[in-house]
């Protein structure tokens, strides 16, 4: 790429050079010399690609290796496991020649909760099969996995039997919350939605029977895999990944809605709240096959 212009050195915009490049390569492989490559504007490479330096984008900028669409083409473009991951999920939802990102075997250690839909950005919906397979993902010890936890008192009529009303601050309470309370309030019930502007929390199932207005806690695990922001997601699947949650974190929050999300051949190992949760319909259908869930709460 430096034949071609590029400067690498990490605030001039070398997506020309890269695309020259690419363009002059014809079948054979761009080399990428030592160097930070800022690219301000998606990029896709059609030829295979080595990378001794690395690239630097923004969020929404879109990378698309043709010949490199895994983890470790990704990880070397970046030379950070976890920003490649994030780069390769943002392009297996923005492109039609791949319907999996495969993490090669590659552990990715997170210290905070991996927000999915944030890591695409560009859209909350989605219809089409997509797959991430093959890898580990470890946490770290972090103060990002520390449950975040808020109480308020609450109205609730048999009439409405889904809300609380008048929930003061009702904007700070996380969608994906467990709500607790003295009284009336079932094994597993979430945060669906917030309602800030009429002080209004939506909840996953029906209270049953608590007074009229008492105290509740609403408490909010952190998830390696954070789906939460996806309003609605079908057929995505989990194939062949450990999530190693070493009694730190939880493993996957799934999205709001959509349907036949599929967690294949899977180890669960020492999820500290919840291996998997649903907090509105995205369970529907859902499939869990031939996978290992091994608590952190017994040796």
């Not at 915009?13 to 014809?26: G, S, V």
């Not at 690609?49 to 010949?67: A, H, N, Q, T």
């Not at 895994?70 to 297996?92: H, I, N, R, T, W």
């Not at 695409?120 to 770290?140: E, H, L, M, S």
């Amino acid at each position: 790429v430096r034949d071609y212009g590029a400067e690498g050195d990490g605030t001039t915009d070398d997506r020309a050079a890269f695309a020259a490049a690419d363009a002059a390569a014809d079948g054979r492989e761009v080399v990428v010399h030592d160097g930070d490559y800022f690219i301000g504007s998606n990029l896709t490479v059609t030829n295979p690609i080595r990378f001794d330096g690395k690239l630097v984008m923004p969020d929404s900028i879109r990378l698309s290796l043709k010949e490199n669409f895994d983890l470790d083409g990704y990880s070397e473009a970046f030379d950070d496991d976890l920003e490649g991951f994030k780069k390769g999920v943002q392009q297996l939802f923005n492109q039609s020649d791949f319907e999996a990102f495969d993490m090669c075997g590659r552990r990715v250690v997170l210290d905070e909760p991996l927000d999915i839909q944030a890591s695409v950005g560009n859209r909350n919906t989605y219809a089409n099969r997509r797959v991430v397979r093959n890898g580990q993902f470890v946490a770290a010890a972090s103060p990002g996995w520390t449950d975040t936890v808020q109480t308020r008192s609450g109205s609730w009529s048999e009439s409405a039997a889904f809300e609380l009303t008048g929930v003061s601050n009702a904007d700070s309470i996380p969608v994906g919350s467990l709500v607790t309370a003295p009284q009336g309030v079932g094994r597993e019930v979430y945060v669906r939605a917030v309602n800030a502007a009429l002080n209004k929390v939506f909840l996953s199932s029906p209270l049953v029977q608590p007074p009229a207005s008492q105290t509740y806690t609403f408490t909010r695990f952190k998830y390696m895999m954070d789906f939460i922001g996806w309003q609605n997601l079908q057929r995505f699947v989990v194939s062949d990944i450990e999530f190693l949650c070493a009694g730190l974190s939880s493993a996957i929050m799934l999205p709001l809605d959509g349907l036949v999300f599929q967690i294949q051949d899977c180890f669960f190992t020492g999820p500290k709240d919840r291996g998997i949760t649903s907090v509105d319909e995205g369970c529907q259908g859902m499939l869990i096959d031939r996978c290992q869930f091994l608590s952190n709460e017994q040796t």
